[in-house]
């Protein structure tokens, strides 16, 4: 697992979040160990086809963590029903098993916030994995303190009460560019979201985890010679 980090203090939050997490089936602790982008690869030379998600889905903070999606779909409705529209989405966090990662699509939302604070320290206890939103996020101070992931496409102050509504939960989605089935293992680090069908999982993580190992193989070499283009020669890997 590649955790070489410009300090000390990130290292140690991304270990405390790892070690954090909910144990889970082997399937999971593998993809929690493995590099995203090396998943990334493992979809595309395993099945011809981009699974990462948008280049402006980011974290709120540095941050790893993998688990099965657990999907809500609001949709984009003025309305003065108040909170009550968006109940739905509060109650697949109580129903959501632990070390889920919580995927949620606002359209055009970009510039509200579907998640803040209150939903974050709610899946924080509730012992989620994580939280992929395609929208806003606020309330970055309350999401910092408790340590609870969060990857959303920017940081705004809005709301999405009486713009939003509830449609559906546990249904397929299509988040920041890619498609997420209930059951998906969603995987996110330092280098973004990479979603792999449940269906495919272990054949792309041991694709992964054989790319992982050449690329960690490979850095000595091209650090005692000097030249990237022996190691890939020898290697075959780039």
């Known amino acids: 697992m590649r955790l070489i980090l410009s300090s000390a203090p990130v290292v140690l939050i ?11 089936d082997p399937l999971i602790e593998g993809y929690r160990l493995v590099e ?40 984009k409705v003025e309305h003065k029903d108040g909170g009550k529209a968006s109940q739905g989405m509060l109650d697949a966090i109580d129903a959501a098993p632990p070390g889920s990662v919580y995927v949620m699509v606002l359209p055009d939302g970009a ?6 604070g209150l939903m974050a320290t709610a899946m924080k206890f509730r012992s989620l ?8 996020v606020r309330d970055i101070p309350q999401i910092k303190r408790i340590q609870f992931p969060v990857y959303s496409r920017g940081i705004v102050p809005s709301t999405s ?51 992982d190992d050449t690329e960690h193989r490979m850095y000595p070499f091209i650090e005692k010679l000097k030249s990237i283009a022996e190691a890939v020669a020898k290697f075959g890997r780039i």
């Open 14 to 24: 991304i270990a405390i979040g790892l070690l954090a997490q909910p144990s889970s």
């Open 36 to 75: 995203v982008a090396s998943l990334a690869d493992a979809m595309e030379q395993l099945y011809g086809k981009p699974a990462h998600m948008f280049h402006d889905m980011r974290p709120v903070f540095t941050t790893k963590f993998a688990g099965p999606a657990v999907t809500v779909q609001m949709e």
């Open 111 to 116: 510039d509200v916030a579907g998640i803040g």
């Open 129 to 136: 994995a994580g939280a992929v939103i395609d929208a806003g």
């Open 161 to 211: 009460v009486n713009h939003y509504r509830f449609k559906a939960s546990n249904v397929p989605v299509v988040c920041a560019g890619v498609t997420v089935n209930p059951g998906d293992i969603v995987a996110a680090d330092e280098d973004g979201v990479v979603v792999v069908p449940k269906d495919k999982a272990a054949e792309v993580l041991k694709r992964a985890q054989e790319l």
